[in-house]
Each structure stands twice: as structure tokens, then as C-alpha cells.
């Protein structure tokens, strides 16, 4: 597959596709005499895997943990249960600091009167 191939079947973008080559989660792949790369369905494989984990919001860093995991059948599930349990509880954090935001925001549009008035509370806020 080309990386137009591998885009399309992917879901991802060839720019992602080779950001993550550069990042060094999927290996080069060989070129065509053409200099076109060549991917396999490992690197398909591979970038699924990587969607994926991302769509779950693991960082670059932690999905190359996790690739690293999930290529060696040794590998203790404990290891990848902490970096999941670790991911939830970062992402609950962020949605209680997001859930905060909203709760100013809301509060301080409560407070504006919404009108012609240049009075803003918003706008105070901010500036203090």
C-alpha cells in the first residue's frame, strides 16, 4: 500500500501517518523503486493501534509504551492496566477542571446583563 492506501484504510491523515514515523511508533517503511513508501498490514496494524489509543487520549509517549506492550507476548497485563487506570484518572481530572470552566462561565455570563450596557462582569474577571 502507498501511504494514500494506508491513509484511507487508516482513517488517518498521511501528514499523521508520517508524524508517527517520525516519532518512531511505526517503523520506515520501504521505499519502491520509485521512492513511494510501501506499507504492510502490520503498518496498518500498527497505525489501527495507534487510532485507537488515541481516540482513548493516550499521549504519543504512552501508546509507544503500549505498542511496545502489545508486541511482546510476555508482556504482564498488569503493566498495561496501570497505564490505562493512570490515563482514566488524568482524564478525570481534566473533565472536573473542564466541568469548573463551565461553571464559571456560566456564572459570570449570569452575572452580565447582556445589553447595550458597557458594565461587563465578564470582562472585569478577566481583567482582574
Same mark, same amino acid.
Given at each position: 500500500m502507498n501511504i494514500s492506501e494506508i491513509a484511507r484504510t487508516s482513517g #488517518?491523515?498521511?501528514r499523521m501517518i508520517r508524524h508517527y514515523e517520525a516519532q518512531g511508533l511505526i517503523p520506515a517503511p520501504p521505499r519502491r523503486a520509485s521512492g513511494y513508501r510501501s506499507y504492510s498490514e502490520a503498518d496498518l496494524a500498527?497505525?489501527?493501534f495507534i487510532r485507537r489509543a488515541r481516540a482513548l487520549g493516550?499521549? #504519543?509517549p504512552e501508546i509507544a509504551s503500549l505498542l511496545t506492550l502489545w508486541q511482546n507476548p510476555a508482556r504482564a497485563s498488569a503493566e498495561v492496566k496501570a497505564l490505562a487506570?493512570?490515563?482514566a484518572a488524568t482524564?478525570?481530572?481534566q473533565a472536573e477542571e473542564l466541568e469548573a470552566m463551565r461553571a464559571s462561565l456560566e456564572r459570570l455570563a449570569a452575572e452580565c446583563q447582556g445589553?447595550?450596557?458597557p458594565a461587563c462582569p465578564i470582562l472585569e474577571q478577566l481583567a482582574s
Open positions: #488517518l491523515t498521511p500498527r497505525l489501527n493516550f499521549p #504519543l487506570l493512570a490515563r482524564l478525570k481530572q445589553n447595550q450596557s
